[in-house]
């Protein structure tokens, strides 16, 4: 099952990538995740770690998208909102699959500049 949630968001991840209508999707889906404004849509940005070898195991191409908060939500809530984001991009099947063919072997979710939250 872990397995499959990890191909499902490599996909998705390669499919952005890949296709400019992907991204322009991506963004229209992410800045409504939140419509009450907890938290606001900054972006995406595409990582490619060069220095792990490509026949490597270890993820080499993730894509990170960007949220900020207009005031910091209690630790408890932090949890709940990364799995509403992943949730959203998970479910969109066409975006997973343009992401997987694009190349991307994870998302991440971030909040603030200090840490990322994977999307499994």
Known sequence: MAIKRITGALSLLLALASQPVMAGNLDVL???IFPDKQATY??????????????SAV??????????????????QLQANVHRVCMALLKDRELIRSLSDSGYDMVAVAFDRKSQFDCL
Do not use: H, M, N
């Open 59 to 76: 993820e080499r191409k993730y894509l990170i998208v960007d949220f900020r908060f207009e005031s910091e939500p209690p630790q408890e």
């Open 30 to 32: 992410l800045s409504g």
């Open 42 to 55: 900054i972006g995406y940005e595409s990582i490619e770690r060069e220095d792990i070898p490509a026949t």
